[in-house]
């Protein structure tokens, strides 16, 4: 991509670590926004030579303007910029919202400068550590079709992957990565609590292979990979969790029962475990729904 001055409209995680991937590319950052002491510390050690500016002189100093800021703050920023009048025709305006796609971009669109939906499927530190972990991370991207050439050279710039999304279809690819990311993580920080209530001193030891063995298994071989006790329709185990769980963690029976219910439907709908076999588990399932329900 030709080498453009970019603006990055909050240093948080991502927008300080993509602008100094760019950086790395040989474009130039020259103005962020860091309203907090830990964004203005992360400017300092990633973008060093940035100067720190408000939203509107940021878009006005830039070719190419990054807004990496939460989902549910974007709107209001695109319409101040707009009405700021700090865009102009022919500037790129990017934002890496996997959630949004274009149509929250409309403000922009209709100031003459050229929209661009951009979300690296990745999770951040908001540290120097994130830059390699760019190489190969697929990119959700949303364009105009004039613009996917250059969506595809930004892509490639931070040695990532570009992965068309339909304007349509952003909500379900968010929802996807969210569940799959975010979940996880709630999901083995729950495991290892509950590893320490049973006694284990170092519960992260113990999860590590078993966890990546997990992983690598199902993104191999999908449902294939799945085992355990609800995958063998063993109700009495589960049953056996369940009151283990009440009894010292009772707010992880609730996601224990959803996780272990929709186990069970994938397991049956790909033919490892017969719905006749499953009855005993399901009713345990149920028996135990119905308690939550009527607490």
Same mark, same amino acid.
Do not use: C, W
């Given at each position: 991509?030709?080498?453009?001055?970019?603006?990055?409209?909050?240093? +948080?995680?991502? &927008?300080?670590?993509?602008?100094? %991937?760019?950086e790395? #590319?040989? !474009? $130039?950052?020259?103005?962020t926004?860091?309203?907090?002491? %830990?964004?203005?510390?992360?400017?300092?050690?990633?973008?060093?030579?940035?100067?720190?500016?408000?939203?509107?002189?940021? /878009?006005?100093?830039?070719?190419?303007?990054?807004?990496?800021?939460?989902?549910?703050?974007?709107?209001?920023? $695109?319409?101040?910029?707009?009405?700021? &009048?700090?865009?102009?025709?022919?500037?790129?305006?990017?934002?890496?919202?996997?959630? !949004?796609?274009?149509?929250?971009?409309?403000?922009?669109? /209709?100031? &003459? /400068?050229?929209?661009?939906?951009?979300?690296?499927?990745?999770?951040?530190?908001? $540290? #120097?550590?994130?830059?390699?972990?760019?190489?190969?991370?697929?990119?959700?991207?949303?364009?105009?079709?004039?613009?996917? /050439?250059?969506?595809?050279?930004?892509?490639?710039d931070?040695?990532g992957?570009?992965?068309w999304?339909?304007?349509?279809?952003? @909500?379900?690819?968010?929802?996807?990565?969210?569940?799959?990311?975010?979940?996880?993580?709630?999901?083995?920080?729950?495991?290892?609590?509950?590893?320490?209530?049973? +006694?284990?001193?170092?519960?992260e030891?113990?999860l590590? @292979?078993?966890? +990546?063995? %997990?992983?690598?298994?199902?993104?191999?071989?999908?449902?294939?990979?799945?085992?355990?006790?609800?995958?063998? +329709? =063993?109700?009495? $185990?589960?049953?056996?969790?369940?009151?283990?769980? =009440?009894?010292?963690?009772?707010?992880?029976?609730? @996601?224990?029962?959803?996780?272990?219910?929709?186990?069970?439907?994938?397991?049956?709908?790909? &033919?490892?475990?017969?719905?006749?076999?499953?009855? @005993?588990?399901? =009713?345990?399932?149920?028996?135990?729904?119905?308690?939550e329900? #009527?607490?």
């Open positions: 991509m030709n080498r453009q001055n970019i603006g990055i409209i909050g240093a +948080g995680r991502v &927008g300080a670590v993509l602008g100094a %991937a760019l790395r #590319a040989g !474009h $130039t950052v020259v103005a926004v860091a309203v907090s002491a %830990a964004s203005r510390t992360r400017a300092e050690r990633l973008l060093p030579h940035a100067r720190l500016l408000p939203a509107d002189e940021v /878009a006005a100093a830039a070719d190419l303007v990054l807004l990496a800021v939460p989902d549910d703050v974007l709107a209001d920023l $695109t319409n101040g910029l707009a009405e700021t &009048g700090a865009l102009r025709p022919g500037q790129i305006v990017a934002h890496t919202s996997g959630a !949004h796609g274009l149509a929250v971009l409309a403000p922009v669109a /209709a100031a &003459g /400068a050229r929209p661009l939906a951009l979300h690296p499927a990745m999770t951040f530190t908001g $540290t #120097a550590a994130d830059l390699d972990r760019l190489d190969g991370v697929s990119f959700g991207v949303t364009a105009p079709a004039d613009l996917r /050439a250059t969506a595809e050279a930004l892509v490639a931070l040695r992957v570009v992965e999304i339909d304007e349509q279809k952003r @909500p379900l690819y968010h929802a996807a990565l969210a569940h799959g990311a975010n979940h996880l993580a709630t999901l083995v920080s729950e495991a290892m609590d509950r590893l320490r209530d049973a +006694g284990v001193h170092e519960p030891r113990v590590a @292979p078993l966890l +990546g063995a %997990a992983l690598d298994n199902t993104l191999r071989l999908g449902d294939a990979a799945i085992t355990g006790p609800v995958s063998r +329709g =063993d109700a009495g $185990t589960v049953r056996k969790h369940l009151q283990a769980l =009440d009894a010292v963690a009772p707010g992880s029976v609730p @996601p224990y029962l959803a996780l272990a219910r929709r186990t069970a439907d994938r397991v049956i709908a790909a &033919g490892r475990l017969r719905p006749i076999d499953a009855e @005993p588990l399901l =009713d345990v399932l149920r028996e135990e729904q119905a308690k329900r #009527a607490v």
